[in-house]
């Protein structure tokens, strides 16, 4: 008689429904779309995951760096996936089951070298990477702190300021909301983000989602030594083609009041995060609330300068349509010309040529080109999703410029953690 086939295990890659933000970032990464979402969850289609962990280093809160074994043949399926709260436990396996190849590469091992025509993925110190910027953080960044706080234990911070950083002749409302944690422990690092519960149920009457907003202040607090943070919100009115939406968490936000409370989860964010050594050079190029962690960075570097703790180079290339929609305009233009170099790029100003963000790197190419060439220089960049191309060959025609080989020195800033990109 022929002796019985063994059972398979596939140890299956899945999204944590609990931790996960929705912040899109697994699925943009993914370099052959193995993962999609509905309005509930992320999934993982099985069929189509090669566990080559391309997606795990960018997700901020750790969500996609879930598996679960099963056998080969009873997977989870999409629909499945769709409709968790949670995830589900383990399956019972037979005893006799063995380890099929798709064991081989699992959450916690060395992920397995991509092989040459593997959809366009490439390697960055052992693990694979499609994005433009950096997985990992600056050797010298400080120790970041997150999910301190989840969707099973949100924290209530407390509203303390709510303030409107946008011109008042301007229809580009964009506020800055300071929010207290009391006596709740809730470290936070400059780069990091967090994600706020909005009030009510979508149309399937399932709870809002968080919606997860970059932090606006340093580690030490909005108002130093107090625990507290800020974030940059700008309310949605309007949606990508065009037409009126009413954005649910940022209409909220944006209407708050002082002493208005609101549920809290994270910090989120391990990679984008600033050097912590005095010497360091720090580009950062934003547009709109993109800026809310350069804030947070230029101001550390300010309260650091008070005590000589910092001595490095800070340059800001900063967009908007208009002057009047330059989040934090009025407080940017009162900072020391020789303690941060500021560029700004309007492409709607009256009177002025169309100007962006990529056209003032290239115009300050020489010192553009002379901040490349240091190892002490890290770049961050924020914003829109459409900015990172123009970025990134604005950064080779200056790099060309300077005799600078781009692609080696593309591949060098990313494996040192010295660019970085926050864009949406």
Same mark, same amino acid.
């Given at each position: 008689?022929? *002796? ?54 960018? &997700? ?7 598996? @679960?074994?099963?056998? !080969? ?5 999409? /629909? ?20 099929? *190849? ?7 091992? $060395? %992920? ?8 366009? $993925? ?7 990477? !499609?994005?433009?910027?950096?997985? #990992? ?36 409302? #964009?506020?800055?909301?300071? +929010? ?8 936070? =690092? /400059? ?30 607090? /909005? ?32 209407? =708050? ?28 190029? &934003?547009?709109?609330?993109?800026? $809310? ?38 407080? =940017?233009?009162? +900072? ?5 170099? @500021? ?16 056209? +003032? ?8 080109? %002379? ?6 220089? &890290? @770049?961050?960049?924020?914003? +829109? ?13 200056? %790099? ?25």
């Amino acid at each position: 008689m022929n *002796a019985p086939i063994p059972a398979r295990i596939l140890n299956q890659h899945l999204i944590d429904p609990e931790v996960c933000i929705r912040c899109n970032t697994c699925e943009e990464t993914c370099p052959i779309d193995a993962i999609t979402h509905d309005d509930n969850n992320y999934v993982v289609d099985a069929s189509i995951c090669q566990a080559c962990m391309a997606c795990v280093p960018p &997700c901020p809160t750790g969500a996609v760096d879930s598996w @679960i074994k099963v056998l !080969t043949d009873q997977p989870y399926t999409l /629909e499945q996936q769709f409709s968790w709260d949670e995830l589900p436990a383990p399956q019972a396996l037979p005893d006799e089951a063995v380890l099929g *190849a798709a064991d081989e590469q699992k959450s916690g091992d $060395a %992920a397995q070298p991509v092989q040459a025509g593997d959809e366009g $993925a490439i390697m960055l110190d052992g693990l694979p990477s !499609t994005a433009a910027g950096a997985s #990992i953080p600056p050797w010298s960044a400080a120790h970041p702190y997150v999910n301190l706080y989840t969707h099973k234990n949100p924290v209530t911070a407390t509203v303390v300021g709510n303030y409107r950083v946008s011109g008042d002749d301007t229809e580009s409302d #964009i506020r800055h909301i300071v +929010l207290d944690f009391g006596s709740t422990t809730f470290p936070v =690092l /400059e780069g990091q983000s967090i994600a706020i519960f909005p009030p009510g149920a979508d149309e399937n009457g399932r709870p809002y989602h968080a919606r997860q907003y970059s932090i606006a202040s340093p580690r030490d607090g /909005e108002r130093p030594r107090y625990n507290n943070l800020a974030l940059t919100v700008k309310r949605v009115t309007i949606g990508h083609d065009g037409s009126p939406v009413r954005g649910v968490c940022s209409n909220y936000l944006c209407d =708050l009041k002082k002493h208005d409370t609101v549920q809290v989860i994270g910090p989120f964010g391990q990679s984008f995060l600033m050097p912590n050594h005095p010497g360091a050079n720090i580009v950062m190029i &934003c547009t709109g609330t993109g800026s $809310a962690p350069m804030r947070a960075m230029t101001e550390h570097c300010r309260r650091l300068l008070k005590d000589a703790a910092f001595d490095g180079r800070l340059m800001l290339f900063f967009g908007a349509r208009t002057q009047a929609e330059l989040p934090y305009f009025g407080p =940017l233009m009162k +900072l020391p010309r020789d303690f941060i170099d @500021i560029n700004l790029a309007l492409s709607r100003e009256p009177g002025q040529p169309k100007r962006y963000v990529q056209d +003032l790197i290239q115009e300050r190419g020489e010192d553009m080109a %002379a901040l490349l060439g240091s190892a002490h220089t &890290c @770049i961050y960049v924020c914003g +829109l999703k459409g900015m990172e191309q123009g970025v990134l060959q604005a950064l080779e025609a200056v %790099a060309a410029q300077a005799g600078h080989d781009w692609p080696a020195l593309h591949a060098q800033l990313k494996s040192q953690g010295r660019l970085h990109f926050e864009t949406y």
